[in-house]
């Protein structure tokens, strides 16, 4: 049955599950859905894709529960015999010879590859301008960044370039760029998705999840991704599976507010607090019983992760040499002149940054001042979100301090840059799942237009089906999904 082909535009206005639906009441093909797309990418002017697929039959499966809804996927994944760069020079000409189970899996269920997504070089940053290959441009406002590291993930989705995508967070890298771009955006239960095939920064926090236009396509996609996978013996997926959000309320739920991350944090924005509160309110109004609470160590959480995580970079991009991978810089003959050339001109300054921090954090003389006491400092962390949890079923904080900032801004100033992840930072070292939902617009300090501003929510660990129903009932009543 032939059906009048939609355009891009009114395709890019529904949620992808309503595409689903669509294409499974036969009133659009798969085909054309993919084809929708495809002109919708090649439009990009965010610099949001490094890659896109080629017209042509496709492989994937449309009777899947996805129905051929295709995927925008960090470049983070590898892709057997598609470039994969991970936003890094060192990687150019990479050509993976196998897939990551994640986009596997979504290709299993119904979601083709659409595209590999821009990001900062190796996930390491929070406004994409650490791409070898340029920055993402916010969609909503192109002299700003769209927040990172899945900021091309994050753009794609919001800029009307994917109906979905999937990124990584290691400290705020979902989440942060959700939250700027006006998206919702969920990091898993460390565990919950397989990271087999998903290139490595910090192999203890890095966890992927979905970028959606609102919670029930991030419940879809988790769906899809999350389980066991015998590629990655860290993984164990979620027990019974994931549901639909269905919740119209909050009824009985018990939200905490920890005070270090909202009223007594430094540095958070008066329109990004404004619309928080407002947002508490809502939360009341819809049933759920808020009250103040304390995680006495979070104010610890980014000092740690920028230790851990660079310790564990430094090690995870030893294997990068001009060996096995991509860029090889010529060594007149000398291996270790070929090796020092090919790290000091493949890598970023950034990640440069990082090796040498992550070094020295886990050199002999150093190692307990630095890894041994960021490690004890996570534990306390995850102590306090138990603590938290015997009270609370969820805790709410702003997702960023700040809306999304201008191009130019921070990347003078890592410091200020890190202060990103000050609120998403403490859940990625507990290794909960966290969401961020748009709660409304702000301006930015010292003025300018309105921007998103995120709403994040946290639950235990393996709380997902929960924390969804929960996200999803806010989101109706904010009323804010596109
Ligand atoms: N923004 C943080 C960093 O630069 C976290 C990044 C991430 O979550 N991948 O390391």
Known sequence: MASPRPAGGELVELTAAETIERIGAGELSAEE???????????????????????GPRTADSNGPLRGVPIAVKDIFCTEGIPTTAGSRILQGFLPTYTATAVERLAGAGAPLLGKTNMDEFA?????????????????????????????????????????????????????????CGIVGLKPTYGAVSRYGMIAFASSLDQCGPLTRDVTDAALLLR??????????????????????????????????????????????????????????????????VSECELPHSSHALSACYILAPAEA??????????????RVDGDGDLARM?????????????K???????????AGYYDAYYGQAQRV?????????????????????????????????????????????????????????????????????????????????????????LLDA????ERAIGFRR
């Open 224 to 289: 899809a991704l999350a389980g066991r996978d015998l590629c990655d013996s860290t993984s164990i997926g979620i027990d019974g599976g994931v549901d639909l959000p269905a919740r119209q309320d909050l009824e009985g739920l018990r939200f905490g507010v920890p005070r270090e991350l909202s009223a007594e944090a430094e540095g958070i924005e008066s329109g990004v607090t404004a619309t928080f509160e407002r947002t508490l309110e809502m939360i009341g109004e819809l049933g759920g019983e």
């Open 353 to 363: 940054r990082r090796i040498m921090l992550g070094t020295y954090a886990l050199s």
């Open 124 to 180: 390491m940053g929070s406004s994409n301008e650490n791409s070898a290959f340029g920055p993402v441009l916010n969609p909503l406002d192109r002299a700003r960044v769209p927040g990172g590291s899945s900021g091309g993930s994050a753009a794609a989705v919001a800029g009307g370039l994917a109906p979905w995508a999937i990124g990584t967070d290691t400290g705020g890298s979902i989440r942060q760029p959700a939250s700027l």
């Open 33 to 55: 859905c993919f084809e929708a797309w495809l002109d919708a990418a090649a439009g990009d002017e965010l610099n949001a894709y490094l890659w896109t697929a080629d017209r």
């Open 471 to 474: 996200a999803s009932a806010i």
């Open 378 to 466: 996570r534990t306390k962390i995850s102590e306090d979100f138990a603590t938290a949890f015997e009270r609370f079923d969820y805790l709410v904080t702003p997702t960023s301090p700040t809306v999304a900032f201008e191009l130019g801004a921070r990347t003078e100033r890592p410091l200020a840059m890190y202060l990103s992840d000050y609120c998403t930072a403490p859940m990625s070292l507990a290794g909960i799942p966290a969401i961020s939902i748009p709660a409304g617009r702000a301006e930015p300090d010292g003025g300018g237009p309105e921007l998103p501003v995120g709403l994040q929510i946290c639950a235990p660990a393996f709380g997902e089906n929960g």
């Open 314 to 327: 430094s090690a995870n991009l030893a294997r990068y040499d001009g060996v096995r991978y991509g860029l």
């Open 339 to 351: 090796y020092e050339r090919t790290r000091s001109r493949g890598f970023g300054a950034e990640v």
